[in-house]
């Protein structure tokens, strides 16, 4: 995709290239290609070029940008990301672009946005954001607006784009939402239920409550991630939504994925309430996926539809499924498992993420403690 007054492009090797013009006194033009790995180091090649030949053309370099909107830089900015995101956040990127960012802020030249007028769109953002709905957006999806802008920015002083702003974007402050957690009675109602089960939803709600695993780890979970001689789970991928290339069908498309972050990709001990209900649906097995009945993998909204459907059969208040990866993180914490083991089996870069995340102590739990002033005798 060629840049507007730039001959820069990308190759289909992944390469950059742009053309430029030789110095000749003959009438006819020549040319010659620039190569680098990424736009701006072609674009800066290209810059020094015009620069040593001392050709009007490096002014022409330096000014073509000086009106850019904003639309033209972020386009820019998602083909430099792109190499460095997953396909998944540049579908959430893309997304929060096409319809919050670029209808209000994208005709605007790069140069003159200021810190008051992206604050006023946040702002705006917070209060009516909602597409269709003129009601609020959650202040973490701000947030992430936020944070592209400061991106984009950053992105456009660098490569000359525009000055400095004064300050710093002010972003959304995150209200935290109370998880529900299973109490103990719940969870033993519902894993009484799914032990006499042999569907492969009642497994892949036992692979979450004993495991911590994420929904979309359990959907990509492949009976070749489970190792019956050590009786450890390899997380190795997850089902990510992505943009589908071929726009002839759907907007976006289900993939396997890598995992979410680089200690996502962990193993996990199959402690013994588990191990023979994995037994048992690997004999029962007609797919390779763990939890799917068809061929292919399911996705992760039709499994949490089920679980939904298995709550509502059993009378248990309806809860999101993630909140049993914080039931099963609180459940350790109470059993005395220690932190650092517990950050591993979810997966978190540090233990601060799973203490200030998925650690939940209940009233029982608190009064237990509490009860441990008594024992100092006065």
Avoid at 121 to 145: C, D, I, R
Avoid at 188 to 206: F, P, Q, R, Y
Avoid at 245 to 254: A, G, Q, R, V, W
Avoid at 268 to 280: A, D, F, R, T
Wanted: proline share 2%; charged share 30%; glycine share 4%.
């Amino acid at each position: 995709m060629s840049r507007k007054g730039e001959n820069i492009h990308k190759r289909k090797d992944g390469r950059w290239e742009a053309r430029v013009r030789i110095i000749s006194n003959s009438e006819k033009k020549k040319y010659k290609s620039i190569y680098g790995k990424s736009y701006s180091e072609v674009k800066s090649k290209v810059a020094n070029f015009y620069k040593e030949s001392g050709d009007d053309g490096f002014r022409t370099i330096q000014n073509c940008s000086a009106d850019k909107k904003l639309a033209e830089i972020m386009e820019e900015w998602f083909l430099v990301k792109q190499m460095s995101q997953k396909a998944s956040t540049q579908l959430k990127y893309h997304t929060i672009a096409e319809n919050h960012i670029l209808p209000i802020l994208g005709h605007r030249e790069i140069s003159e946005i200021t810190e008051t007028e992206i604050s006023e769109f946040l702002v705006q953002k917070l209060n009516k954001g909602k597409l269709h709905e003129n009601t609020a957006l959650s202040p973490s999806y701000v947030k992430t607006m936020g944070i592209m802008l400061n991106s984009v920015i950053a992105y456009a002083v660098v490569m000359d784009y525009r000055k400095p702003m004064k300050s710093k974007i002010v972003k959304p402050l995150e209200r935290k939402h109370e998880i529900t957690i299973m109490d103990c009675l719940t969870q033993k109602k519902l894993e009484d239920s799914l032990k006499i089960n042999d569907s492969v939803t009642a497994t892949g709600i036992m692979l979450a409550l004993n495991s911590g695993m994420r929904i979309g780890e359990i959907c990509a979970l492949r009976w070749d991630d489970i190792d019956f001689h050590t009786n450890v789970i390899h997380v190795r991928h997850t089902i990510s939504r992505i943009k589908n290339t071929d726009e002839s069908t759907t907007k976006t498309i289900l993939v396997i994925d890598e995992p979410k972050t680089k200690t996502s990709n962990r193993k996990i001990p199959i402690n013994s309430k588990l191990l023979p209900i994995l037994h048992k649906a690997k004999a029962n097995a007609v797919s390779e996926f763990v939890i799917s009945d068809k061929k292919e993998f399911m996705s992760p909204r039709t499994f949490e539809y089920r679980f939904h459907q298995a709550l509502k059969k059993l009378a248990i208040p309806d809860i999101n499924f993630h909140a049993l990866r914080h039931t099963f993180a609180t459940r350790c914490i109470e059993l005395g498992v220690d932190i650092k083991t517990l950050s591993e089996i979810l997966g978190h870069s540090n233990v601060s993420i799973t203490l200030n995340t998925y650690v939940h102590s209940s009233i029982q739990h608190k009064r237990e403690q509490m009860e441990k002033l008594t024992l100092l005798g006065f």
